[in-house]
């Protein structure tokens, strides 16, 4: 098993586009990048922790590849878009793509190079690629909040304009 680590804005929408692909073991929202301790998610959402949300995804790189993985990544988010993504606006909701070893770091970079060089935006590639730091899962209520949650999920996802921005990003 190796693990992913990817910021796209909410962690609640970074779930369910990976959740039920083949070989993915786990994923759990939480946040890193920053410089405290054990953050909450308060300390997160205020931007006082320097961390991001995140997804991190274990997953069987043998039935799904790193490399899909990335394919996948960018499709939920505006690589354009720096300070934050649809309605979560900050740091800690900038897209990010954190590597856990050096095969990952130049597979997301040629990623990013690839789409950058597609023509498909016309504003330069941000996300961030950056070592993987110390991973602090989130409060247990933020862990399938699609499932407890759903009805609030779905109208919080539906006022973001993430999918939107995908329709006709992606689909189009």
Not at 31 to 60: A, L, R
Request: charged share 25%; with cysteine; proline share 6%.
């Amino acid at each position: 098993m190796e693990k992913a680590t990817f910021a796209g804005g909410c962690f609640w929408c970074m779930v369910t586009p990976f959740e039920e692909q083949p070989g993915i073991e786990g994923i759990v929202s939480g946040y890193t990048g920053g410089h405290v301790d054990n953050p909450t998610y308060k300390d997160v959402k205020t931007g006082t922790s320097g961390h991001y949300e995140v997804v991190e995804i274990t997953f069987d790189p043998s039935q799904f590849s790193y490399e899909r993985l990335l394919e996948l990544y960018w499709i939920q988010t505006d690589p354009t878009d720096d300070g934050g993504q649809f309605q979560d606006r900050g740091q800690q909701y900038a897209p990010a793509i954190f590597y856990h070893t050096e095969e990952q770091r130049v597979a997301a970079e040629q990623s990013r190079d690839e789409l950058a060089a597609s023509g498909k935006f016309k504003q330069p590639i941000v996300t961030k690629i950056l070592p993987a730091d110390v991973f602090y899962p989130a409060e247990d209520y933020h862990q399938d909040y699609h499932k407890k949650n759903p009805a609030h999920y779905k109208a919080d996802r539906k006022q973001s304009g993430r999918d939107e921005f995908i329709d006709q990003t992606w689909t189009s």
